[in-house]
């Protein structure tokens, strides 16, 4: 309990009250359900074949698939309607490049974003000398801004590219027994999509939550006109500059109390002199 006292009197939580510092939390936060909704998906369809020779039919086909989107490695085996034999078919498409690059840029903003948080709490004095801090910290949300809207975007195409890669009636379009109109084939069921549509909401919160970052990070930095923002004080500075204020003010009293005291000794002095003068002119007079 001691050390975690310790810890929370050495850092500036009050910054989380400032936008800078709730928003780098809000984008820590965001940044993992986007990746969370994205990278963690898995899903399913099921579609049936109804042969002529009821022994032959398969009713219930599954056909299982999960991130990155390789598609064209997801492979199922389908009856041909032709006594026992079977084939064994693929999905088509690979998506994987921009579902791993909208999580790769989730994965980085997450990081970023904590060890951003950590900095204003703990370090903000070293974050603020020669302004490089704020500098940095402007170019790398910035990018960051730019990066969420370009993996957001692609992200958007690649799920489309995926809804219809894996859509049952698109599937059962492969089969070569389909082909055939005296077999029935139809789709049992379908992948539930409402994950990765989250995803794909959560990407653009990211970048609305960066861009908009962008201007209360710009007024740290010295090209802004106004000048950096200061940070609230933690307790171990209000309690040092408290100290501080107070020697201040015992070593004024005795300097000016010093003063007084030499400007007594002073007049006492001059009027020594003045009487030890007036001997001898009381003497001449004589």
């Not at 064994?88 to 579902?99: E, N």
């Not at 930095?221 to 204020?245: C, D, I, L, M």
Request: glycine share 8%.
């Amino acid at each position: 309990m001691e050390t975690a006292n310790q810890i929370v009197s050495l850092g500036t939580f009050q910054l989380l009250k400032l936008p800078l510092g709730f928003i780098r939390v809000l984008e820590w936060l965001f940044a993992i359900f986007a990746f969370a909704t994205c990278g963690g998906y898995s899903g399913q369809l099921r579609v049936s074949v109804d042969c002529i020779n009821k022994s032959d039919s398969n009713l219930s086909i599954g056909i299982n698939f999960a991130y990155p989107f390789r598609l064209n490695r997801v492979d199922f085996d389908v009856p041909m309607c032709e006594g026992r034999r079977q084939e064994r078919l693929y999905l088509i498409g690979d998506f994987s490049s921009s579902a791993e690059f909208f999580v790769t840029i989730a994965v980085f903003s997450f990081l970023y974003s904590l060890m951003a948080t950590v900095v204003y709490i703990f370090f903000q004095n070293k974050y603020r000398e020669n302004n490089r801090g704020p500098l940095i910290d402007f170019i790398v949300t910035v990018v960051f801004s730019f990066m969420w809207l370009v993996s957001s975007s692609a992200w958007a195409k690649g799920l489309s590219d995926v809804k219809a890669a894996t859509d049952p009636d698109e599937v059962v379009l492969l089969m070569s027994a389909c082909k055939v109109q005296t077999n029935k084939c139809s789709s049992v069921y379908g992948p539930r999509w409402s994950g990765l549509n989250t995803s794909v909401v959560f990407g653009y919160l990211n970048f609305v939550l960066w861009a908009g970052n962008i201007w209360f990070v710009f007024k740290e930095t010295g090209w802004h006109k106004g000048g950096a923002v200061r940070y609230p004080a933690s307790s171990s500075e209000k309690q040092a500059t408290a100290f501080n204020q107070q020697v201040y003010n015992q070593g004024s009293f005795d300097q000016s109390g010093g003063a007084f005291t030499g400007t007594g000794d002073f007049a006492q002095s001059e009027y020594s002199q003045v009487g030890n003068y007036g001997g001898p002119i009381s003497y001449t007079n004589q």
